[in-house]
């Protein structure tokens, strides 16, 4: 796995303004949209209520605790004794991905093939389906993981989250 660590100074430095710049226009025109919609449907108090409501979302996006998101799709924590392989499997990646604290494993009971990352790099989880468990091996498992804990990694959950 390629990270930050591994990187040219000067190649990550680009690649952290080009994300920053990414996030200003998905914020930028985001809010010209809801702008242009309430302005068009409501006039200026539809303009005030669409900012109050940007405002809100904005200051709430940074808040909303991982259990909250996890809750909405009945995860259920995984136990340390549960799927060790698996377990180790986050640890080690964790550890080379440089993050703060391990992310916790969640089992969503559904079929579809599904893995999530939710929170921030001190208190993320990731969330797997049983419909994964089933259907993929150990080495196809760490390559989900790892993808999920790149974004934990770099940060992707706050854009997708404002996206």
């Given at each position: 796995m390629l990270f930050r660590s591994n990187l040219n100074p000067d190649v990550a430095l680009r690649h952290d303004l080009r994300?920053?710049?990414h996030t200003a226009i998905l914020i930028a025109g985001s809010?010209?949209?809801?702008?242009?919609?309430?302005?068009?449907?409501?006039?200026?108090?539809?303009?005030?209520?669409?900012?109050?409501?940007g405002a809100i979302g904005l200051?709430?996006?940074?808040?909303?605790?991982?259990?909250?998101?996890?809750?909405?799709?009945?995860?259920?924590?995984?136990?340390a004794d549960e799927l060790p392989e698996l377990q180790g499997l986050v640890v080690d990646l964790a550890r080379r991905?440089?993050?703060?604290?391990?992310?916790?494993?969640?089992?969503?009971?559904?079929?579809?093939l599904n893995a999530f990352a939710v929170g921030g790099r001190a208190d993320a989880a990731i969330?797997?389906?049983?419909?994964?468990?089933?259907?993929?091996?150990?080495?196809?498992?760490?390559?989900?993981?790892?993808?999920?804990?790149?974004?934990i990694r770099n940060g992707d959950l706050r854009v997708m989250g404002l996206a």
């Amino acid at each position: 796995m390629l990270f930050r660590s591994n990187l040219n100074p000067d190649v990550a430095l680009r690649h952290d303004l080009r994300n920053l710049v990414h996030t200003a226009i998905l914020i930028a025109g985001s809010g010209l949209l809801a702008a242009a919609i309430a302005w068009t449907v409501y006039g200026p108090d539809g303009l005030i209520w669409a900012a109050i409501a940007g405002a809100i979302g904005l200051w709430s996006l940074g808040r909303i605790s991982p259990k909250m998101v996890l809750g909405l799709y009945k995860a259920r924590p995984l136990a340390a004794d549960e799927l060790p392989e698996l377990q180790g499997l986050v640890v080690d990646l964790a550890r080379r991905a440089e993050l703060p604290a391990v992310p916790r494993l969640y089992f969503v009971a559904s079929k579809m093939l599904n893995a999530f990352a939710v929170g921030g790099r001190a208190d993320a989880a990731i969330a797997i389906t049983d419909g994964l468990l089933r259907n993929m091996n150990l080495r196809q498992l760490a390559g989900i993981l790892g993808h999920e804990i790149s974004h934990i990694r770099n940060g992707d959950l706050r854009v997708m989250g404002l996206a």
